[in-house]
């Protein structure tokens, strides 16, 4: 085996799914803590207090307590190179969630206890059965009074459409929790609440027909012993492959608040979720131990050092070797980079880094030279697909208060707009900016980072729009001529977004089957790939 195939083998590259409080920025900290990464985890409810979660870096989810952003970190773990994407559990930044879903080659979702599968936890997983993503499954706060584990296992099966192997079962729930049963390692976890570090070692028992447990842990136990051997009769075996295709999930249970079950979480990441493997581009298939380097830009972020005013373009490296200062061709535009300040993340605190393999992300500072979707390469002309944008269901029209700032708001939503948290409208006729988005806290989030990040305070105001289309015509149709043609004639409800892609707006719905049916020649889409709309029948399929 080459270096360069070791090193891909060792890398596990997933991101963490779930529906908003259900824990999953949490279990992100307790991840980093136990993989040694960081020695305190920050509270994610304490939010007056000096500390915060790791993974939220951004002052507005400090002062609210919510992820609205994804975070990249990388730890090692048990000589595997782990790179963890947490992602926004608030629907309207879905978006962001989605595209980070198409670097990753793995999915960790978390479940409350309490709650079961929530709406927000069907979308993502719809997501990741599209691309046969595998997914390990976190059922948390078990130090809560939550539903019975058995109900929580039909019910995953039964809305998710998977089925679900148990590794590990709780013994007991609420104040009466005593720890999780390790089916396959055949021991116990003794529960022992501690929310900040790792303490000493948590009590193990071997064996899990102990007729001593009973004594100790009471009914708890005899309930769970029961459950187990139901399982075992009624359960299906775990299936690697099924588990690979999507088809199947491993179980878990445990209280992240607590540190407790996060462990067998880490190692079943290890030992289950797949390497990096096959990515593909228009033009070919990229093997990920191929030598030549080629990565895709997945997310940008504008003002992770709100100092320097910088913006970052996460790269997931697809295949081969990179190394800092090497030169990388952008396919879109042609252009060369030689990237010296590349780093490697653990959120916010970021690091030099020297070189990179398949299923790494790396940050390359970034001044509008790269876009959401851009493929970087050694020099072959390679354009990965997958990466979407959604047609806007909210529109605001945005002015500067004080018109002395407008260069800078100008400014700011050029770049929060390449982040692609929020989609920026220039019209073709008039000076007022549009923004368009998924839901309203992508507003009041913009409308902070604008007054916090650029000293501009913006009035969003309402829009009379309501629906959006990006438009194409085919060569065989007139092409680059009919579209012209039709965008002089709706002048008045055409607007560009920040890759300059042509887009009709209008008020209602039957306006935009009327404009339709007048312009045959000419396709509207609800969803926009960056590579010039390529494959958008097989995408809207």
Not at 198 to 206: F, P
Not at 335 to 359: H, I, M, Y
Request: aromatic share 8%; with cysteine; glycine share 8%.
């Amino acid at each position: 085996m080459t270096e360069l195939s070791s090193e891909v083998r060792r890398r596990r590259t997933f991101a963490i799914i779930s529906h908003p409080d259900a824990g999953k920025t949490t279990l992100t900290e307790k991840l980093l803590l136990f993989s040694g990464a960081i020695q305190i985890a920050g509270s994610v409810k304490a939010r007056k207090a000096s500390r915060h979660a790791t993974s939220d870096w951004m002052e507005i989810e400090k002062q609210r307590g919510i992820s609205v952003a994804s975070s990249v970190m990388q730890m090692e773990y048990r000589g595997a190179v782990i790179n963890l994407l947490d992602t926004p559990g608030h629907q309207d930044f879905s978006e962001d969630t989605y595209r980070v879903l198409t670097a990753v080659d793995a999915a960790l979702m978390v479940i409350d206890a309490a709650n079961g599968v929530e709406p927000q936890t069907r979308r993502l997983l719809q997501v990741c059965r599209a691309r046969n993503t595998p997914i390990l499954t976190f059922v948390n706060k078990m130090d809560r009074e939550v539903q019975e584990p058995l109900a929580l296992m039909d019910e995953i099966e039964r809305e998710l459409g998977m089925s679900v192997v148990p590794f590990t079962w709780p013994v007991g729930m609420g104040k009466r929790f005593h720890g999780v049963m390790d089916l396959r390692a055949g021991q116990m976890r003794v529960f022992a609440p501690g929310e900040d570090r790792k303490g000493v070692d948590d009590e193990i028992l071997s064996g899990i027909d102990n007729p001593a447990y009973a004594e100790r842990f009471g009914d708890e136990y005899l309930h769970a012993k029961n459950d187990i051997d139901l399982l075992r009769d009624a359960a299906p075996e775990f299936d690697e492959a099924a588990f690979l295709a999507g088809k199947q999930t491993p179980m878990f249970f445990g209280s992240a608040i607590n540190n407790f079950g996060v462990r067998e979480v880490l190692d079943a990441l290890v030992d289950l979720a797949p390497p990096p493997g096959e990515r593909v581009a228009i033009q070919r298939t990229v093997a990920p131990d191929e030598p030549k380097f080629s990565g895709v830009v997945f997310k940008i972020q504008a003002n992770m050092d709100p100092a320097h005013r910088d913006r970052i373009a996460f790269v997931r490296v697809a295949s081969g070797h990179f190394e800092r200062g090497m030169r990388l061709k952008v396919v879109r535009s042609g252009k060369e980079l030689r990237p010296n300040t590349v780093v490697s993340f653990l959120s916010q605190r970021r690091e030099l880094l020297d070189e990179a393999f398949a299923g790494d992300i790396i940050g390359i500072p970034n001044h509008g030279v790269l876009q959401l979707g851009d493929t970087l390469t050694e020099g072959e002309s390679l354009q990965f697909t997958g990466l979407p944008f959604f047609a806007p269901e909210m529109f605001r029209s945005v002015e500067v208060a004080d018109p002395l700032r407008t260069k800078q708001l100008r400014a700011g939503l050029t770049q929060l707009g390449e982040e692609g948290a929020i989609q920026v409208f220039r019209p073709a006729f008039g000076s007022v900016l549009l923004l368009g988005a998924v839901g309203q806290l992508q507003f009041e989030v913009v409308a902070h980072r604008l007054e916090h990040e650029y000293g501009v305070k913006a009035r969003i105001l309402p829009s009379r729009f309501q629906v959006a289309r990006w438009v194409t015509c085919d060569p065989a149709d007139g092409g680059d001529k009919e579209l012209q043609r039709f965008i002089d004639a709706n002048q008045h409800r055409v607007a560009y977004d920040a890759v300059d892609a042509p887009t009709v707006l209008v008020e209602y719905a039957p306006e935009l089957r009327a404009i339709e049916s007048n312009w045959p020649k000419i396709r509207f889409h609800a969803l926009r790939e960056h590579a010039g709309l390529v494959f958008q029948k097989q995408l809207e399929g």
